[in-house]
């Protein structure tokens, strides 16, 4: 049995007009998102403590998490939907900015800033919604499984999945299969 997952990446862009420094703002904020899979944070969901992101990120939905925030031309964010239907809920909130706002939310938590951070844009080429899209519709019907997220363990296998994509510098979106066998 396999577990299908398609990996979206997006890249955000901060107002400097929100910030003092922009480079230094988003170092904070990717430090601060690494620090949530740390060995504290593992202890903190093992002792089922509410994770503080959890509200934000609520309106994503169960079939979609966001997963990796890295330093690029901005900040480049990965989510993982595990379903078609949640490639086009995560579509629609980008469509009527409900999903800029949640990214501007989670970006001034994270940052510690006192005052709202606000994004120049948030790209999410229509191309790779297409592709996403295209790479789940092929699979329904087929034999799946749901992954349990949060399970950290997947978490590290997407991780070094995302890295490994990176490296390769194949595009946003991509299908993951994870077997569970």
């Not at 900040?75 to 995560?90: E, G, N, R």
């Not at 080429?125 to 790479?135: A, F, G, I």
């Not at 789940?136 to 997407?158: D, E, H, T």
Request: with cysteine; charged share 25%; glycine share 4%.
């Amino acid at each position: 049995m396999f577990v299908y997952l398609v990996v979206v990446r997006m890249e955000a862009d901060l107002d400097e007009s929100t910030v003092d420094d922009v480079l230094e703002c988003e170092e904070r904020i990717v430090s601060q998102s690494r620090a949530l899979l740390t060995d504290s944070s593992q202890d903190q969901m093992q002792q089922h403590k509410p994770n503080p992101l959890d509200k934000i990120l609520r309106p994503l939905g169960l079939e979609t998490r966001l997963v990796v925030l890295e330093r690029a031309n901005g900040i480049a964010l990965s989510f993982i939907c595990m379903t078609l239907s949640a490639i086009v809920s995560l579509r629609d909130q980008w469509s009527s900015r409900q999903l800029r706002h949640i990214v501007e939310s989670v970006f001034t938590f994270l940052s510690g800033a006192k005052r709202p951070i606000r994004l120049k844009r948030l790209l999410w080429p229509l191309t790779d919604y297409e592709k996403s899209s295209e790479l789940l519709s092929s699979l329904q019907g087929k034999q799946r499984m749901c992954a349990c997220l949060p399970n950290l363990a997947v978490f590290a296998l997407i991780t070094e999945f995302l890295t490994a994509l990176e490296k390769g510098g194949y595009g946003f979106a991509e299908l993951v299969y994870l077997s569970l066998c």
